[in-house]
DNA sequence: ATAGTTATTGTATATTATATCACTATTAAA
DNA sequence: TTTAATAGTGATATAATATACAATAACTAT
């Protein structure tokens, strides 16, 4: 086996199989949250055997592994431009998903005074906040 | 037409029909977020023909005058205990409602300096929020 | 090599949500 | 009192989202 295999790339610790670099690509690369069929549609394109599982699981790991955020407001996926920020530097870091209900627009926004108080209230709450994520949904300022 | 009518009672000022009141007291007397679908089955036992648009169509009706909250999280919807306090007395009050991921548990709060923030941010991007509800995922006091 | 374990894949199906269209009730105006 | 506009309902079908469970493959420690 001296020979690299193209299935698995490591980039920092993960193990990113081939459908999970793909799922990340896919997501990473596009200009608007993508949902589960959108990117199976895409993966179907390279992976062309690629079911619903295989998105979704693919989708699960990067979740878990911080790459990607999932946005419960539109049941889609958009890629997490501060991977380093939000959870090496400041693991105690909160940001604010805003969806807009009118265009779909999403933006990620972070604050230091709320980042303290939600970890006042989770700590005075015993809850440990899995994503560091607070969704808000409402009208951005271009659609208004 | 002088004998009142069950159909309809009003409350402040909402149309309550049979089917919107009833899916009202479905979730307001439940003890625990319910989903559409467990909502359908005991509509049901109410209202025997009622099908799955009878139910979205009610559930909007009740979100969208924030008699209930509807929980992204969980794609499910629970009973707003503070109607007034958070629409009436204030109205850039915001809330944060803790999904636990492991029981489903559910907690709202409330901390006025996060809503000061909140209102800062929103401000500054002129994003209207339409919900004052923030989500936030994790695991409970109970289950950690 | 093989049993025990973990990871991945395949198939099917479950769950959640909406589109559409016909009909009914209510209200407000002409 | 008709008419028109608005809002709500009922029924059917189907779209969109997500997972359960069984099977297979890959790894690992003896």
Do not use: W
Request: aromatic share 6%.
């Amino acid at each position: 086996m001296s020979v690299a295999t193209e299935t698995k790339v490591s980039l920092e610790g993960l193990n990113l199989t081939a459908s999970r670099r793909a799922v990340l690509d896919i997501v990473k690369g596009a200009k608007k949250p993508m949902k589960a069929y959108d990117i199976l549609s895409d993966l179907q394109q390279v992976i062309p055997h690629a079911k619903p599982p295989t998105v979704y699981r693919a989708l699960d790991y990067l979740v878990t592994n911080h790459l990607l955020h999932r946005v419960n407001a539109q049941n889609a996926f958009v890629y997490c431009q501060h991977h380093e920020k939000c959870f090496h530097d400041h693991p105690e870091r909160f940001n604010v998903i805003f969806t807009c209900i009118t265009c779909g627009a999403i933006t990620e926004q972070a604050h230091h005074v709320m980042s303290n108080v939600m970890a006042e209230m989770t700590k005075a709450m015993g809850f440990m906040s899995d994503s560091h994520i607070l969704e808000c949904t409402g009208v951005c300022k271009e659609c208004s």
